[in-house]
């Protein structure tokens, strides 16, 4: 009866508030997708490089696609879910409204697990970071999760065209797959 208790639970908050997790691709990342390639760029750039520093907030603003969540044994397997939010960023080349594409692998008994996804940010200057990350999330308490993320992307269009960013995030849940506050730092790579 507890186990059946906790996975109504989990249920109930993924249906309800699944709009606001993070970022998705098709499956977890591989050593040929855009996120390596990406990687393997900015380490080949940081020498030959301008680099800027700066800090972020990533804050939910509404779910875009539910996307596919379903209970498979003791995994709750996320695919496709795609959230808007709101990126405030110390340097203005970040500052935009983004689209994140979720996927995971969470247990059933806490909602810990590795996620990934894509993201796209939409810059108020002009231009797209388009980008993807891969992280784990961590239940810190009842009805609490932690999420830690590296991000990478490229940009395309604007002042961004042709630039790199890395960036670390750490994301606050109260929901289970609900809304997040993310607190983002990271560096821009500008290729000489």
Known sequence: MRRRSVMMRVL??????VGGLLLACAGPPTATDDRSA????LNSLSEAATVAQFTATDVSTGLVDPGVVEVQ???VLVRGVVGAARIT???PRLTGDALQTVNGQLLVADGSGRVWGKLEDHVDAGGVWEGSWEGQTEATGPGQWVIT???VARGRGGAIDGLLFRAEETAYQNAFLGPHFGQVTGTILQPH
Do not use: E
């Open 89 to 91: 960023s110390t340097d």
């Open 73 to 75: 044994g003791l995994h």
């Open 149 to 151: 993320m590296k991000l």
């Open 38 to 41: 990406d990687v393997m760029a």
């Open 12 to 17: 109930s908050g993924i249906t309800l508030t």
